[in-house]
């Protein structure tokens, strides 16, 4: 996507950046990578730091002052903005806070600093307008995505620029109309978790009364379990073939399809035992909380007859009714808690096949109980699930709001 000048109001003109700019260029990472990294000292800003329009303090990296002045030329300064240049968070863009400073960027991250008659909020708020970053993630002939932005991409980007006073203005205007904008959709995200709260709450309300009401079974009495095999590096192939059932699979309630990877035809028959079927549960075993959420979900339609792989383990039954109120349980807290505590560990945390066995749940004694059990706990997340809907609706519509502002901004409209 080529970028298109429009017309613009009297007093704008167009500049490439390099014009706008006393530096444009990327950082570098120390000696040793990682491992080099300091408790405390100068600032190592890396990708995941940079979003857009604010500044993630959370794994910020650390380098000593020798480290720092090996990577002088890419010293932070004040009022700099910060353009991520490569992989997933590609053209994200941030002011760094002072409090940062001292700091350094690594190669993922550029330094854009604009000269004084540049204000750097109005040059950040351009960046992540999404009509201007779209022509920044789209660049080349037939408008190929490109995983990595290059100093001459970003040096002859065509800016419009008003005057200092104008720009000021328009940045008080936008501090305040996103300002708000972004406090409601922080108000309406707050609405999703507490839909996620109230639907957990119901869980372990309903579920502790069936415990109260009823005898706990072992699952090692329940179901069978099938219990990963680990297939060898050189098994799979691009080729079709077999689907595996791999720990990337098993997301917190979601199977993730990868076709990507495949096991050979013939092993079908080899490890038949291996063998999943639709709707059976899986649930991984390494790592098994992600996020406060326990790792298990059902096996889809696309992989039934899939072999599961090491380090996952898959519940089966004849008995889809009970597999239903098996895996509604598995989602209460107290499923977590047990997992919590059995998988724990200084290295990473394991959960064995037989901890999984011996996990015991309240289990009605009538298909009818287990039946209304499983349509009240569907009707709890259901009601949830709307409510969280019709919010992310409302996100989308202030998200749309902030990008129209923004539009409207540069293009003298605001």
């Known amino acids: 996507m080529e970028q298109v000048l429009y017309q613009l109001p009297d007093g704008w003109e167009w500049h490439k950046l390099k014009g706008l700019t006393t530096k444009i260029g990327s950082g570098a990472t120390p000696k040793g990578g990682e491992k080099a990294y300091k408790p405390s000292g100068t600032s190592l800003i890396r990708s995941l730091n940079v ?35 490569t992989g997933a968070s590609i053209a994200r863009s941030c002011i760094v ?30 960046i992540i307008n999404p009509k201007f970053k779209a022509q920044l993630l789209w660049q080349g002939a037939g408008g190929a995505t490109r995983q990595a932005l290059t100093k001459t991409m970003v040096e002859e980007l065509d800016i419009p620029l008003p005057s200092q006073l104008e720009q000021k203005r328009i940045v008080e205007k936008l501090d305040a109309l996103l300002t708000r904008t ?4 922080e108000h309406l995200q707050e609405s999703v978790k507490l839909a996620d709260a109230f639907s957990q ?14 005898s706990e079974l072992p699952l090692s009495k329940l179901v069978d379990f099938i219990s990963g095999y680990a297939f060898k590096s050189g098994d799979f192939s691009s080729e079709t073939g077999i689907k595996p059932i791999k720990i990337t699979n098993v997301g ?8 990507e990877e495949f096991l050979p035809a013939d092993y079908g028959n080899e490890f038949q035992r291996f063998t999943a079927k639709t709707n059976d549960i899986v649930i991984a075993l390494t790592r098994p909380i992600i996020n406060g959420g326990l790792k298990v979900c059902r096996v889809p339609e696309s992989y039934s007859g899939a072999l599961i792989n090491q380090r996952v383990a898959a519940i089966t039954s004849k ?6 109120f098996i895996y509604l349980y598995l989602q209460s807290s107290r499923t977590k ?20 066995k011996n996990f015991t749940i309240p289990f009605p004694t009538s298909d009818q109980a287990i039946t209304k059990a499983v349509s009240d706990c569907n009707a709890l997340i259901t009601k949830a699930r709307n409510a969280k809907i019709e919010v992310l609706e409302k996100v989308v519509l202030l998200n ?14 605001l």
């Open 182 to 185: 972004d406090t409601a959709i």
């Open 97 to 126: 806070p002072d409090e940062y400073l001292p700091a350094r960027v690594n190669q993922h991250v550029m330094i854009i600093r604009p000269k004084k008659n540049v204000d750097s909020k109005f040059l950040n708020y351009l």
């Open 400 to 413: 749309q709001l902030k990008a129209s502002i923004l539009d409207s901004a540069f293009k003298g409209e």
């Open 319 to 324: 008995n889809e009714l009970w597999l239903d």
């Open 201 to 214: 709450n119901g869980f372990d309300v309903y579920f502790a009364e069936l415990s109260n009401a009823n």
């Open 51 to 85: 979003h857009d329009c604010f500044f993630k303090e959370a794994k910020l990296a650390f380098i000593d002052d020798e480290q720092a002045n090996d990577l002088k030329n890419v010293a932070v300064e004040s009022g700099d903005i910060l353009l991520n240049i």
């Open 252 to 259: 917190v309630n979601e199977f993730s399809e990868n076709a």
């Open 337 to 356: 808690n047990y997992v919590l505590e059995k998988s724990k560990s200084l290295n990473q945390p394991n959960l064995s096949i037989t901890d999984l």
